[in-house]
């Protein structure tokens, strides 16, 4: 409901605005950008049976990222196209009770992801009266690639059967124009991708402090959760 109501938002917001965009040429820069996603949580087992398993999850926080940007401004417009493709990830390193092993043991296990973002966005302009510093509002769509990181014990579960997710986000962003070529960019983007992970160990058994532990062969499956606000500060370079 939030997404839908903004996304009417910055229509309404596009019909009585005025272009800042000049008559002529499209008008094209391109952005450097860096981001932190507040969190995110990494669903351990959601095709268990059992309720319990399936809400357990770790939960990743002020995740890093960094992002290049492609925007188009048509001629005399109050709006801009915008494409962009981002990379961020993060993993984490704890003793957790492993049931995946043969016997469960409580191990070292080192558990994350890393995801490429790539979005789509329609953004408008937000009257202010100036023209050095304006607000915009945008929406889109996105495709989100993950693969999950698991490592027990130093043995890694390899990804398999990557599948991307489809989903959809909103933006805004406080603009400031430096010179004519250079713009400075605070944003906010609020997104919520849910991706399926798969993993499976290559290894049959493995020994860990001076014992034998066996590995399954069975794919693990987990589900990332980007639920975190995205807080970006970056650049914008007319070409």
Known sequence: MALKSLAVAAAVLA????????EGSWVFSIGLKGFLTTSAKLFYSPDAPSEALRSQ?????????IALELRARPPGSAFFLALS??????????????AVTTPPITLPVVDGYWMVPLEAS??????????????TMGAGVGIYYAERVLEVAGISAE???????FGIHIRTSAEYTVTSRITAILELRFRNPQVSTANQ??????????EVIG????????????DGMVVGLGVAIAL
């Open 201 to 210: 160990f290559q290894t049959l058994e493995g020994t860990i402090g001076g």
């Open 85 to 98: 493709g981002e990379y961020q990830g993060k993993t984490s390193e704890k003793q957790r009770l492993v």
């Open 57 to 65: 999850y770790e939960l990743l926080q002020n995740i890093p990222g």
């Open 159 to 165: 990804p398999v059967d990557v599948q991307p997710a």
């Open 215 to 226: 590995f399954p062969q069975d794919e693990i499956s987990g589900r990332l959760d980007l």
């Open 122 to 135: 329609v953004n408008v302009d937000v009257p202010l009266g100036s023209e050095q510093f304006f607000l």
């Open 15 to 22: 019909s009585v605005s005025h272009g800042r965009a000049q």
